[in-house]
């Protein structure tokens, strides 16, 4: 959807989870919340902030430093907040409100745009769809070249979503498997 007027393209994807609770990937159900209930959830389909992973040891069981840098860049920001005022439009529709007894989180008394972005920047979280981790391009900058191979390493190549140099606008799984079934094909046209 477009999130506000001035949006040029459809800027932010809203979820419909069948589910109540403020965080239904905790794994263990206690994010969820005691009462039945829906979520809704948003997020901006082309983030501009940018995160990071870097090595922090030669020892491949110590975790890499992740720096995600969500809402960093001011765009991102706006459209988050925008995002929170679209989904609450969206359950004030008469064929959705009449299921719906009260807003638990925020909770209708976080209104102002710096509240939302509070809310947001305290329990926001990813996706769960991480892509651009070994970007695929000609530029120096690129893991991979355009056959999928990783640049300085013989016989090696990527072949899932850490490929993508921008985000889809889209879940991550359909684009995916083409990536999957596109490193088949070079890999069979290099064996000819």
């Known amino acids: 959807m477009k999130s506000h007027d001035e949006s040029n393209h459809a800027d932010t994807k809203i979820q419909l989870a069948l589910i109540s609770g403020k965080d239904r990937y905790s794994g263990d159900g206690t994010g969820l919340d005691e009462c039945s209930g829906i979520t809704l959830g948003t997020f901006q389909v082309r983030p501009e902030s940018r995160g990071c992973v870097h090595v922090k040891s030669r020892d491949p069981s110590t975790a890499p430093l992740i720096e995600p840098n969500y809402l960093r860049e001011a765009v991102d920001r706006k459209l988050t907040v925008a995002g929170l005022r679209l989904i609450r439009e969206v359950a004030e529709q008469p064929d959705l409100k009449k299921f719906i007894k009260r807003e638990i989180l925020p909770g209708t008394e976080i209104s102002s745009d710096a509240a939302l972005l509070e809310y947001a920047g305290e329990t ?59 490193a088949a094909d070079l890999i069979k046209d290099s064996n000819r």
Do not use: F, Y
Not at 125 to 138: D, K
């Open 124 to 182: 926001g979280q990813t996706s769960w769809h991480p892509i651009g981790t070994c970007r695929m391009g000609n530029d120096p900058g690129a893991v991979v070249d355009p056959e999928l191979r990783v640049r300085g390493v013989d016989g090696l190549r990527v072949a899932d979503a850490s490929i993508m140099p921008t985000m889809v606008s889209t879940n991550t799984n359909a684009p995916s498997m083409l990536i999957g079934e596109k």
